[in-house]
T-cell receptor, first 114, second 113 residues
Framework: NAGVTQTPKFQVLKTGQSMTLQCAQDMNHNSMYWYRQDPGMGLRLIYYSASEGTTDKGEVPNGYNVSRLNKREFSLRLESAAPSQTSVYFC?????????????FGPGTRLTVL | QKEVEQDPGPLSVPEGAIVSLNCTYSNSAFQYFMWYRQYSRKGPELLMYTYSSGNKEDGRFTAQVDKSSKYISLFIRDSQPSDSATYLCATQAPGAGSYQLTFGKGTKLSVIP
């Protein structure tokens, strides 16, 4: 049981380049999330997918697109990277059981945009 | 005003000390409250989950919610060096907002042996 996996772990881009961050979970969870974490800003929600086939904007969606490929996979795309998108990106999936709601986070992708 | 405010610290305490971590929130619709722990260069993991006001204890950890003052606390007894991490509070509204969590900025804790 790998939990939530993310690829790549590290990436350096030049301004204007594009890339896709991949996320997969093997826990059969319906809901998945993409966050960014910046010093002094905490975790901010970019997009989420409540279930397969649906996606919704979070707090900071500008400059990003997402695809919920199937129940397991949720990808985040930067079409034209900007230095302001330098951050650590976390994917998460959500389990609700026994009155407790838990989000399980992946290990993160550290992205630098030059 | 951010919906959840948390002092970023850093907070440094000696081993064995009692640690108190706190958050305030502004939205009275929040009914679920969580504490996540994040070790350096790792993803956050759920530590405590509480509903509405009151206390919840799990080993050395106690989560406390006071809805009247919109105040969330996490107490760590007999703190250990392995407790050194960033602690993030999070809240959640029921109903349509239930898919989203609102996080505090996190408090970095160091427990010195």
């Amino acid at each position: 049981n790998a939990g939530v996996t993310q690829t790549p772990k590290f990436q350096v881009l030049k301004t204007g380049q594009s890339m896709t961050l991949q996320c997969a979970q093997d826990m059969n969870h319906n809901s998945m999330y993409w966050y960014r974490q910046d010093p002094g800003m905490g975790l901010r929600l970019i997009y989420y997918s409540a279930s397969e086939g649906t996606t919704d904007k979070g707090e900071v969606p500008n400059g990003y697109n997402v695809s919920r490929l199937n129940k397991r996979e949720f990808s985040l795309r930067l079409e034209s990277a900007a230095p302001s998108q330098t951050s650590v990106y976390f994917c998460a999936s959500r389990r609700t059981r026994g009155g407790t709601d838990t989000q399980y986070f992946g290990p993160g992708t550290r992205l630098t945009v030059l | 005003q951010k919906e959840v405010e948390q002092d970023p610290g850093p907070l440094s305490v000696p081993e064995g000390a009692i640690v108190s971590l706190n958050c305030t929130y502004s939205n009275s619709a929040f009914q679920y409250f969580m504490w996540y722990r994040q070790y350096s260069r790792k993803g956050p993991e759920l530590l405590m989950y509480t509903y509405s006001s009151g206390n919840k204890e799990d080993g050395r950890f106690t989560a406390q919610v006071d809805k009247s003052s919109k105040y969330i606390s996490l107490f760590i007894r007999d703190s250990q060096p392995s407790d050194s991490a960033t602690y993030l509070c999070a809240t959640q509204a029921p109903g349509a907002g239930s898919y989203q969590l609102t996080f505090g900025k996190g408090t970095k804790l160091s427990v010195i042996p």
